[in-house]
């Protein structure tokens, strides 16, 4: 740059002092047929020749609007932040911030780039000494590595959330808020049982709404995160799943909690049958019931599983 | 029909009828109809053994004729039929809560004997009863309980013999009139009484040939109306549900609904016909010490639980209900799947199933999300669950070559298919079960005829009243150790016998809901 400086005219000077005035006064972009009226007394070879200088020195960045361009300043902070390095780790630096946080895969980075993988390597190690990025482990893919700014909070989907801690499922986590709030809710039913004769109300007072069974956790003290309302509804749903609760939505007033005047009621269902006869001898979950055959190997008479239920 | 189908029925009849019986259903179960010659031809028995089987088979309503196309009469199984000897006892269990000794003896006397007509079922069970007990029951009163069971249609006419051409003697047609199939006949009351006090009734009989002294009823037989009992018990289920999910008191009023709806509606219609609030009302308060005011809210309990029990279909005249007999069923048939999930593959396997019959089609990943379950455990217990084919996967390509890697994978739940795999395995387990009874006997036979043989002896020496001493030696002909072995039999037996039966109850829902769907 300083090379080119010498050779800079006067007039070349005051016309990026000009194209910078112009951009500073419309910080949305200014389109090339603005410039053209504004920027009077210029041949279209040397306005190119200033935007192509401005560019170069990073001042300015060019978007596209349809089919037009548009020219805006760079915001000075980002500019300044990678002041002083190499053009490679400008355009890695670049690359990760267009990924935000979700961050972004060292082999998208060099697809993107068009760097060799060993460049990239090198322009990362160093963009990371500077603690301008920070590399986050996946929770899908435990060997996957994805670089992100270093000021940004990773996404959900990459740490997983309130359940994950350093990539690993705490599922003995999960295990006992599930038992918690399974127990929370019966021991509701049973009291809504004692208390009353009345079916309806029984029936009213055995549900919790998803905000009681959330400040019951928090005051169980069993987490160390701090749970949100919508994680302990996700723990809730899993009891859905496994049959022993139900859920009912009511219209509510608009408070803290409840989304768009709604409350999520769950309560403890009793399961409608017992376990079914098919399970109550050993043939229900006998692992070898295809070869089971009269005269075979295996058959009813010398089954060891029924010799042993029968002998119980 | 499958294998495990035919097994069960094979061992069936062979424990109710023997081995001949088995032989020819076998037989026919293997090649479809078969004309009379080439079942003699197949099974290398006498004609005579050969028509006496079809004769038993028959009587039971277990085989059926008609003329085939070669002109000949052609017999065929009804394997259906043939499973339902595994639910017997439940049969008359519930004959004997519905009418007590009497209706629970009428009941066994046509199961065991197939068909019979009025005057001899009212005669036995009268001969029974008084047998049994020392007051006695008069003749008059098992007839009455006989004509209730005819009214509530537990008890059916057989079909009648409509022609026989005596010049062609191929095939008789029988026919049923819809009119007279519960209509009750005449019986000359006295003429049972008679033979009551009779020592040798038979003999009596073939003696007086008179018009006078015959019975009036002498062509017309009856057998008992297995379907109005599957009705029967299928309601049962319900109110059982509805019990433990809401209490004795909801199953009560539930029971009278679907009793007030019963007589009017298509049993086998997916809802029952409608009930006014008002009839229920009425019905309940007089059947059950439930108060009126109580009611309305168990209706209202009932019809938003999420079990689906009852609808409310209109809200005229305070709102009248139908029960929803197929949503309902379809429920229970859920649970008892969910059952067998959770006891076989493990609560978390249960999770995920379930999750994906209430979500119908997910991807692994929206599974594991859902689920809450570590990723690697979800692929396992979901492989496992395909594997075992409880569950399918419905492959949507991103691409026209179907590579896998651009594929996605959608799992679902195909309730009915599921259904029919698990009913086989009760087809098989019964049969398991049954056959390690026989097997258990056939070990300790010996045993068991000995302790009959003293039991015999024991039984004589008490009536020519022997002296204590005497019949203590003879006790002690059977060993300790061997009485061990016999009281451990006895629970064997009994602990096989009360698992075909829950294994029936099993399957009873489970074809329930697998006709239902036809």
Not at chain 2, 407 to 418: A, E, H, R
Request: glycine share 4%; aromatic share 8%.
């Amino acid at each position: 740059m300083t090379e080119d400086g010498k050779e800079v005219s006067d007039m070349q000077v005051d016309l990026e002092t000009r194209i910078i005035q112009l951009c500073q006064q419309n910080p949305n972009g200014v389109t090339d047929k603005l410039m053209q009226a504004e920027i009077s007394g210029t041949t279209v070879k040397e306005r190119a020749h200033g935007l192509n200088r401005l560019l170069s020195q990073d001042r300015l960045e060019i978007l596209k609007q349809g089919k037009q361009l548009l020219y805006r300043l760079k915001t000075s902070d980002n500019s300044q932040k990678v002041k002083g390095a190499d053009n490679e780790e400008k355009i890695v630096y670049q690359i990760i911030e267009d990924a935000g946080n979700k961050g972004i895969w060292i082999r998208d980075i060099r697809f993107k780039s068009n760097l060799l993988l060993t460049q990239v390597n090198k322009v990362l190690k160093s963009l990371e000494g500077k603690k301008l990025i920070k590399a986050v482990k996946s929770v899908s893919a435990s060997k996957k590595k994805v670089y992100m700014l270093y000021n940004l909070e990773p996404d959900r989907s990459i740490t997983g959330g309130a359940w994950y801690s350093d990539q690993d499922f705490e599922s003995e986590f999960v295990e006992v808020l599930n038992q918690q709030c399974f127990k929370f809710l019966q021991q509701k039913l049973m009291t809504a049982r004692e208390a009353t004769n009345d079916p309806i109300s029984e029936r009213n007072a055995s549900y919790a709404s998803s905000k009681d069974i959330w400040k019951f956790i928090n005051e169980l003290g069993i987490s160390k995160v701090t749970l949100s309302a919508e994680d302990i509804e996700a723990i809730l749903d899993t009891l859905i799943y496994d049959g022993k609760v139900e859920k009912t939505i009511v219209a509510s007033q608009v408070t803290s909690g409840s989304t768009g005047g709604m409350t999520r009621l769950y309560r403890a269902v009793e399961p409608l049958i017992e376990s079914t006869g098919l399970m109550r001898l050993p043939c229900g979950v006998c692992p070898v019931m295809e070869e089971c055959q009269e005269g075979g190997a295996i058959s009813p008479s010398n089954c060891l599983y029924m010799k042993q239920w029968l002998d119980y | 029909m499958s294998k495990a189908k035919n097994n069960l029925c094979s061992v069936l009849l062979k424990e109710h009828f023997g081995e001949v019986v088995q032989k020819i259903g076998t037989l026919l179960m293997k090649k479809g109809s078969m004309p009379l010659r080439l079942l003699i031809i197949d099974s290398k028995l006498p004609l005579q053994k050969v028509k006496k089987a079809l004769c038993v088979l028959i009587q039971h309503n277990l085989v059926e004729f008609k003329v085939g196309s070669r002109g000949f009469p052609e017999y065929t199984l009804l394997t259906d039929n043939a499973l339902l000897l595994l639910r017997y006892p439940r049969y008359i269990y519930n004959a004997k809560t519905l009418y007590g000794d009497t209706g629970e003896l009428i009941i066994e006397e046509l199961l065991t004997n197939g068909q019979m007509t009025m005057s001899a079922v009212v005669g036995k069970v009268t001969l029974r009863l008084s047998e049994a007990t020392e007051s006695g029951v008069s003749v008059n009163q098992v007839k009455d309980v006989f004509v209730k069971l005819v009214e509530t249609q537990f008890v059916q006419r057989c079909s009648v013999l409509q022609s026989f051409d005596a010049e062609k003697p191929v095939a008789p047609t029988m026919n049923v009139y819809e009119k007279e199939m519960y209509l009750i006949p005449e019986i000359k009351l006295h003429l049972i009484r008679k033979s009551e006090g009779s020592d040798e009734p038979p003999a009596k009989k073939r003696r007086v040939e008179t018009q006078e002294d015959k019975q009036p009823d002498e062509d017309i037989y009856w057998r008992v109306n297995f379907d109005r009992f599957h009705h029967y018990l299928r309601d049962q289920a319900l109110i059982t549900a509805a019990s433990r999910r809401l209490g004795p008191k909801a199953a009560d009023i539930l029971r009278t609904i679907l009793r007030l709806a019963e007589t009017r509606s298509d049993p086998w219609a997916p809802t029952t016909c409608c009930v006014s609030q008002q009839e229920v009302f009425e019905a309940v308060v007089k059947e059950t010490n439930i108060v009126k005011p109580e009611i309305p809210p168990y209706l209202s309990v009932l019809t938003e639980d999420s079990a689906s029990l009852l609808s409310k279909v209109e809200d005229r005249g305070g709102g009248v209900y139908t029960v929803t007999t197929y949503k309902a069923l379809q429920q229970l048939v859920e649970a008892i799947i969910m059952s067998v999930v959770e006891d076989r593959f493990g609560s978390k396997c249960c999770r995920i199933f379930r999750l994906l019959l209430m979500k119908k089609y997910l991807e692994q990943k929206q599974i594991e999300d859902l689920a809450m379950i570590p990723a690697k455990d979800t692929k396992e217990y979901t492989y496992k669950l395909f594997q075992e084919k409880f569950l399918n996967a419905h492959e949507v390509p991103r691409t026209m070559d179907h590579a896998p890697s651009r594929t996605f994978f959608l799992f679902y739940v195909n309730i009915s298919q599921v259904c029919r795999m698990v009913v086989e395995r009760c087809y098989k387990a019964a049969h398991n079960a049954i056959s390690r009874q026989e097997w258990e006997t056939r070990e300790n036979k010996r045993l068991l005829e000995k302790q009959q043989r003293v039991e015999a002896i024991i039984a004589t020496l008490r009536e020519n009243s022997a002296d204590q001493t005497q019949i203590d030696e003879v006790e002690e002909m059977i060993t300790p150790p061997e009485r061990a072995q016999l009281s451990h039999t006895k629970s064997v037996v009994n602990k096989l016998e009360r698992s075909q039966l829950q294994l029936d109850e099993t399957m009873f829902i489970l074809t329930l809901f697998i006709n239902f769907r036809k």
